[in-house]
C-alpha cells in the first residue's frame, strides 16, 4: 500500500477517531475532545471504532514506526499536519509510535500537539504567527501562519480573553476560542494586570519542568484543605513578569519592557544549555476530561469564569539559577521619517506603540555571547487593522510568548 492511499485512509478515519471541527461550516479548530490532545489509554473508543481499527492496531512495529515516520515527514505544515494528529488517535500502539516519533519545537520547528503550545520554540529561525483582536468580544485569537489567509482557514493555537476587574485586568488563555472558563480542561493559563496596568503576573495552569513551587500560607492552607474542586486546576502557577516603566515626564518614545521569566533559567541561553520542557498537560487536561462541563442550557460558558472562580491558590514557581530577564530592544530615531525604527524584517507595517522586540539582559558573568544577547527572542507588531504579528524562538513557548504580547493590548497611561 503507497503511502499516499494511507494518508487518504487516516483522513477518512478522522470522523470517527477524532478529528478538526469547523466552526461556522467554514474555519477550521482543535476541536475540544478530539484533535487537541491524544486518546486516552483507558476510554475505550466504541464498538463501531473497535472494527475501523482492526486492521491497524496488529501492524507489525517495524512496518507502522516506517509508516507514522514517513507520515510525519511529508505533512509538514497545517492543515495537513492533521494526519499525525490522527495517526496518534488510531490506538495505543499507533500513539506510543507517534508521540516517540514527534519532536519538540525546539528540534523540529514545527507545532504538532496542544503540549507543543508550552515546549520552548527553535533555536535558529522563529515560529511565526498572527493575531487577530476582536474588539466587540474583547478576544485575541493567535494563529499559526504568516498572514491572515482569504478563506480564513488558519490553524488557531490560543486564544485569550479579556476581563475587566475594579482593581486589575485579567486575560485567560484557552485553546479554544469559545471556552473561558477557568473550570474548563481547556483552560491554559492567564495574565493578570497591577491597577496602573504597569506590571502583568504570567500564571501556568501547570508547573514548569526542573522548578521549584513555593506556596504562601494563605495559598497553602487553601491548597491543602482541598478546597479547590478536582474538576478544576489546582493551582495558578506563576512563571513570568512583565513591567512597563512609568512616563512621569511624558516624553515622546516607545514604552520601555521589562520581563522577568521565572521559569527559565539565565542558563538556558548559554552554551549547552537547556530550557525546561514539560512532555504532557496534568491530569485535569487529560483526554476524559477534555469537554465543557455541563452548565445551564442556554447560559455561556463564561459565566463560571466569576471572581469567586478567581481566588485559586497562586503559586511562586522559581528556576533552578537565576531566572531570564528580557528587555525590549532600543529604537534609533530616524530623522526622515521622524520617528522610532527598528528593523522587523518586513514583518510589521504599520507604526504603533505596542510594537516591540525583546532581547536577552544578561551581565557579563555569564557565558553568553554577544551574537546571542543580540538575538530577538520575541517580536510583535501591527501589519493592519486588529491584526498583529507575533514572532517567538527558544527558550520561550508559543504560550508564554503570547501572554507577553497580550501585555501590550491594555490601556497604560501612566506609561506614555
Known amino acids: 500500500m503507497s503511502l499516499k492511499s494511507i494518508v487518504r485512509e487516516l483522513w477518512e478515519l478522522k470522523d470517527g477517531m477524532g478529528s478538526m471541527s469547523r466552526r461556522g461550516g467554514e474555519r477550521k479548530h482543535w476541536h475540544r475532545k478530539r484533535t487537541s490532545h491524544i486518546a486516552p489509554d483507558q ?7 473497535v472494527i475501523q481499527q482492526g486492521r491497524w492496531s496488529n501492524l507489525p512495529s517495524e512496518l507502522l514506526l516506517d509508516i507514522i515516520r514517513r507520515v510525519e515527514e511529508s505533512e509538514t505544515s497545517w492543515p495537513a499536519r492533521a494526519v499525525v494528529v490522527f495517526c496518534a488517535s488510531v490506538c495505543k500502539s499507533w500513539r506510543t ?38 474588539r466587540a468580544t474583547s478576544t485575541y485569537c493567535l494563529y499559526y501562519s504568516l498572514v491572515p489567509s482569504e478563506d480564513e482557514s488558519d490553524k488557531l493555537l490560543l486564544a485569550a480573553k479579556k476581563f475587566r476587574r475594579a482593581t486589575s485586568t485579567d486575560f485567560v488563555v484557552s485553546l479554544v476560542a469559545d471556552d473561558f472558563s477557568r473550570a474548563s480542561s481547556t483552560y491554559v493559563g492567564k495574565l493578570r494586570s497591577n491597577f496602573l496596568g504597569t506590571k502583568f503576573t504570567i500564571y501556568d495552569s501547570q508547573p514548569p519542568c526542573e522548578s521549584t513551587v513555593q506556596l504562601n500560607s494563605r495559598s497553602s492552607r487553601r491548597f491543602h484543605a482541598k478546597q479547590v474542586s478536582p474538576r478544576v486546576p489546582a493551582c495558578n502557577y506563576s512563571v513570568g513578569t512583565v513591567s512597563y516603566e512609568l512616563n512621569v515626564l511624558r516624553t515622546r518614545g516607545p514604552r520601555r519592557m521589562h520581563c522577568v521569566m521565572q521559569s527559565i533559567p539565565v542558563s538556558s541561553i548559554e552554551e ?7 512532555t504532557s498537560f496534568p491530569n485535569s487536561f487529560d483526554l476524559q476530561q477534555f469537554s465543557p462541563l455541563p452548565g445551564p442550557k442556554g447560559k455561556d460558558m463564561v459565566t463560571d469564569f466569576s471572581s469567586t472562580s478567581l481566588s485559586e491558590p497562586s503559586v511562586s514557581i522559581q528556576s533552578s539559577g537565576e531566572p531570564l530577564v528580557l528587555k525590549n530592544k532600543a529604537p534609533r530615531w530616524h530623522e526622515q521619517l521622524q520617528c522610532w525604527c527598528l528593523n522587523f524584517r518586513g514583518r510589521v507595517t504599520v507604526a504603533s506603540v505596542k510594537n516591540f522586540q525583546l532581547v536577552a539582559s544578561v551581565g557579563t558573568s555569564h557565558n553568553v555571547s554577544a551574537a546571542e544577547q543580540e538575538k530577538v527572542i520575541l517580536q510583535f507588531g501591527k501589519i493592519g487593522k486588529d491584526i498583529f504579528t507575533m514572532d517567538y524562538r527558544y527558550p520561550l513557548s508559543a504560550f508564554q510568548a503570547f501572554a507577553v504580547c497580550l501585555s501590550s493590548f491594555d490601556t497604560k497611561p501612566a506609561c506614555e
Open 43 to 49: 476510554a475505550p473508543p466504541p464498538s463501531s471504532e
Open 272 to 278: 549547552g544549555g537547556k530550557a525546561p520542557t514539560p
Open 97 to 134: 509510535i507517534t508521540r516517540e516519533i514527534v519532536q519538540t519545537p525546539e528540534q523540529c520547528g514545527r507545532l504538532t500537539f496542544p503540549i507543543s503550545l508550552k515546549q520552548p520554540g527553535p533555536r535558529e529561525s522563529p515560529i511565526q504567527c498572527f493575531i487577530r483582536r476582536d
